[in-house]
């Protein structure tokens, strides 16, 4: 392992609770994670399917080519300079989030992630849509635009470059960003110094870190990862048995919330105790946050941390509640701009792949 390699680890290891070492995945304990409305670099789940780039900023080169009028090769500078910067707030997070209760219905591929691969963050950096528009990209509403990145992954056995695609309308929709800082300081390499892709409301995977070339084509990215892997199957399909082309392409996340305080299987005494959580939903707004105390039979409503001007943006919500002697089991139900709320059970969305664990969040805890 290089000396680089060592201090990401470090990082990891002082922060977050490690899934595995080898790809580095690591999210942070579910307390600390709601404890602020943005979420601190050192905080932020790294999900990684290769190795970490290292990369030297400076020579770094972006290039941009396909169905484009001249094809552009810019450094980070260059960006900075010739195109306007642009800052949003938006949650990044991975489609297998809340994996390990899809586990608990039945095995599924994957690491066991609790509710906390996502994150919240101030991102910096330039829109995708100045830069198409730069090099005069072709803006057909059926074309992709593909992101590459120099990390070599292995996916169903097959090994390739790093690389997704979006559909042409998301991005050209403006909040697409080739970013350079999160929270305004400079990215860590496990979250894609020297340039990353952020794109609001979509699976993380789309967000590629590293981000060397952009390409825009007829079809999807020629990766594994995109054709193969990040894909929404029927609960009959099994391992073995996929037909990629079947598969549907998971892009925008669903509805989803978590309880992060208190802790599942958590100990606590009679009296006040504070339930706190996030909620997300994508492109839309989280309307209303309903938490229960008694397993589902009656609902009390959750106040909502909210920044109305960003769109992408996480919801926080909280609430005070009064807990007797006994077992109790809490479960949150978030509620969208369309009144649509979540799954009752993981049962209702359980796939091999394990991706998209959207249903009501339920834990259990003690009182003594
Ligand atoms: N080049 C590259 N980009 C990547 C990945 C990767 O492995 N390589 N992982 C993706 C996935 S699946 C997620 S969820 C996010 C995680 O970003 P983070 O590690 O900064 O939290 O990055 C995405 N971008
Ligand atoms: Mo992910």
């Given at each position: 392992m290089t000396e680089n390699a060592t201090s990401e680890l470090e990082?990891?290891?002082?922060?977050?609770?490690?899934?595995?070492?080898?790809?580095?995945?690591?999210?942070p304990p579910m307390d600390r994670l709601v404890s602020s409305f943005i979420t601190?670099?050192?905080?932020?789940?790294?999900?990684?399917?290769?190795?970490?780039?290292?990369?030297?900023?400076?020579?770094?080169?972006?290039?941009?080519?396909?169905q484009v009028e001249h094809a552009l090769e810019l450094s980070v500078q260059d960006l900075r300079d010739r195109f306007p910067r642009r800052t949003l707030t938006?949650?990044?997070?991975?489609?297998?989030?809340?994996?390990?209760?899809?586990?608990?219905?039945?095995?599924?591929?994957?690491d066991p992630w609790q509710a906390a691969a996502l994150g919240n963050a101030s991102w910096t950096g330039v829109s995708l849509r100045d830069v198409l528009e730069a090099a005069g990209a072709a803006t057909d509403a059926s074309l992709q635009v593909a992101f590459y990145s120099p990390d070599e992954i292995e996916v169903e056995g097959e090994t390739a470059r790093f690389?997704?695609?979006?559909?042409?309308?998301?991005?050209?929709?403006?909040?697409?960003?080739?970013?350079?800082?999160?929270?305004?300081?400079?990215?860590?390499?496990?979250?894609?110094?020297?340039?990353?892709?952020?794109?609001?409301g979509y699976a993380g995977v789309r967000s590629a870190k590293w981000v060397s070339e952009v390409r825009v084509q007829d079809g999807p990215a020629e990766s594994p990862i995109q054709t193969k892997d990040y894909k929404l199957f029927p609960p009959h399909v099994r391992k073995g048995e996929a037909d990629w082309d079947a598969g549907l392409t998971i892009?925008?996340?669903?509805?989803?919330?978590?309880?992060?305080e208190p802790a599942r299987g958590a100990r606590l005494k009679e009296g006040p105790v504070t339930l706190k959580g996030w909620a997300t939903a994508s492109e839309r707004a989280i309307r209303r946050v309903d938490v229960s105390i008694d397993g589902g039979r009656s609902w009390l409503q959750a106040k909502l941390q909210q920044q109305p001007d960003q769109p992408h943006a996480w919801t926080l919500w909280r609430l005070d509640a009064e807990l007797k002697k006994g077992e109790h089991e809490l479960v949150v139900r978030a509620f969208d701009g369309a009144m649509q709320t979540q799954p009752d059970t993981p049962d209702d969305t359980w796939n091999y792949p394990g991706y998209l664990a959207a249903h009501r969040h339920r834990i259990h805890v003690a009182v003594e």
């Open positions: 990082r990891a290891q002082a922060n977050l609770l490690v899934h595995s070492t080898s790809p580095l995945n690591a999210e601190p670099q050192k905080d932020l789940y790294i999900r990684t399917h290769g190795e970490v780039q290292h990369i030297d900023g400076a020579s770094h080169r972006l290039t941009v080519s396909g938006a949650s990044l997070q991975c489609a297998g989030n809340r994996r390990a209760d899809l586990q608990e219905v039945k095995k599924t591929e994957g690389g997704v695609s979006i559909p042409m309308p998301k991005a050209r929709g403006g909040e697409v960003l080739l970013a350079f800082e999160m929270n305004g300081e400079t990215l860590q390499p496990e979250h894609g110094y020297p340039l990353r892709v952020i794109v609001p892009d925008a996340l669903p509805l989803n919330s978590a309880i992060c």
